[in-house]
């Protein structure tokens, strides 16, 4: 049985050092063994069932695969024992299958005790961190924390390094359609392409025209349904959460605007104030470290 939520060790998002140390450090290409590191047969390795990453590109997994030939894997994988000599992959499941391509027999890895919970977190911060994984895998794991471990979208936040509009509007891909997903995941449409579809009534028509050139990212927010019958621009649900956690925190009234460009999301924090004492305040918390 996992540990209640505020029994787990934060602080996840600043890396996998906390777990299992610094990268392997490596003189003339050979990797300088370490007391925590041992080395398995690859054979006794299986791939995690809480691994995000679900598709890995073939191009560079060779590329992987021919520098671990000709220098062996450099940054153990991280590992957690699941029976007699079986080993469930938490991070560098890249690796490994790179070094079954380089026909490696053993490869060097840290074993740990870990909770379903924390390997589906660690996996998630691995494959974020690099960049990895595509939004709808993202936003799945995100959810599977939420839904099957119990975590909250600030939980979530915290332990992977993200803003918790990140999490909220990631996982709210995945109420798109299929189709529309499949293309995200192939690397069709991006995210930001893909936020734009939300709520539009035939998000598969306007994902062709999006995939096609016909639309940018641009005219396509523009003709996504903003406006509520009074004129004003619809809030979004996450944002004006946000905003009050804010203004609950500080006292103050705070407005978030928050866009998507080509570029990627953008926006400003506004917290408003009417006395000195209050900006001093306001610097005072900025400031604390």
Same mark, same amino acid.
């Given at each position: 049985?996992?540990? @209640?939520?505020?029994?787990?060790?934060?602080?996840?998002?600043?890396?996998?050092?906390?777990?299992?140390?610094?990268?392997? &450090?490596?003189?003339?290409?050979?990797?300088?063994?370490?007391?925590? %590191?041992?080395?398995?047969?690859?054979?006794?390795?299986?791939?995690?069932?809480?691994?995000?990453?679900?598709?890995?590109?073939?191009?560079?997994?060779?590329?992987?695969?021919?520098?671990?030939?000709?220098?062996?894997?450099?940054?153990?994988?991280?590992?957690?024992?699941?029976?007699?000599?079986?080993?469930?992959?938490?991070?560098?499941?890249?690796?490994?299958?790179?070094?079954?391509?380089?026909?490696?027999?053993?490869? @060097?890895?840290?074993?740990?005790?870990?909770?379903?919970?924390?390997?589906?977190?660690?996996?998630?911060?691995?494959?974020?961190?690099? &960049?990895?994984?595509?939004?709808?895998?993202?936003?799945?794991?995100?959810?599977?924390?939420?839904?099957?471990?119990?975590?909250?979208?600030?939980?979530?936040?915290?332990?992977?390094?993200?803003?918790?509009?990140?999490?909220?509007?990631?996982?709210?891909?995945?109420?798109?359609? +299929? &189709?529309?997903?499949?293309?995200?995941?192939?690397?069709?449409?991006?995210?930001?392409?893909?936020? %734009?579809?939300?709520?539009?009534?035939?998000?598969?028509?306007?994902?062709? +025209?999006?995939?096609?050139?016909?639309?940018?990212?641009?005219? &396509?927010?523009?003709?996504?349904?903003?406006?509520?019958?009074?004129?004003? @621009?619809?809030?979004? @649900?996450?944002? %004006? +959460?946000?905003?009050? !956690?804010? !203004?609950?925190?500080?006292?103050?009234? %705070?407005?978030?605007?928050?866009?998507?460009?080509?570029?990627?999301?953008?926006?400003?924090?506004?917290?408003?104030? !009417?006395?000195?004492?209050?900006?001093?305040?306001?610097?005072?918390?900025?400031?604390?470290?």
């Amino acid at each position: 049985m996992n540990p @209640p939520p505020q029994d787990r060790p934060r602080g996840l998002g600043r890396g996998l050092s906390a777990l299992i140390g610094d990268e392997v &450090a490596a003189v003339k290409g050979e990797p300088v063994a370490r007391k925590d %590191t041992r080395t398995l047969p690859v054979a006794f390795l299986q791939p995690g069932r809480y691994q995000p990453r679900k598709s890995f590109d073939e191009q560079p997994l060779a590329d992987l695969a021919a520098s671990i030939k000709e220098k062996g894997v450099l940054s153990p994988i991280l590992v957690r024992p699941i029976g007699a000599d079986r080993y469930e992959i938490v991070a560098g499941e890249r690796r490994w299958r790179a070094a079954q391509i380089a026909k490696l027999h053993d490869v @060097p890895v840290v074993v740990r005790e870990l909770p379903d919970d924390q390997a589906l977190e660690i996996a998630i911060i691995e494959n974020v961190q690099r &960049a990895d994984l595509n939004a709808i895998e993202e936003g799945a794991a995100y959810e599977e924390l939420i839904t099957q471990f119990g975590r909250t979208q600030e939980d979530v936040a915290r332990e992977v390094g993200k803003s918790r509009s990140h999490v909220a509007n990631t996982i709210r891909l995945l109420k798109l359609p +299929e &189709a529309v997903r499949a293309w995200v995941r192939e690397g069709k449409l991006t995210a930001g392409h893909a936020r %734009t579809l939300l709520g539009v009534p035939d998000p598969e028509a306007r994902a062709r +025209e999006l995939i096609e050139g016909a639309l940018t990212v641009r005219q &396509a927010e523009q003709r996504s349904p903003k406006k509520k019958p009074g004129g004003k @621009p619809a809030a979004d @649900p996450n944002i %004006t +959460e946000l905003e009050a !956690s804010i !203004s609950r925190a500080l006292g103050l009234k %705070t407005h978030i605007t928050h866009k998507v460009d080509k570029k990627g999301d953008k926006g400003e924090v506004r917290v408003a104030y !009417s006395s000195l004492e209050q900006l001093d305040e306001i610097v005072r918390r900025l400031s604390r470290g």
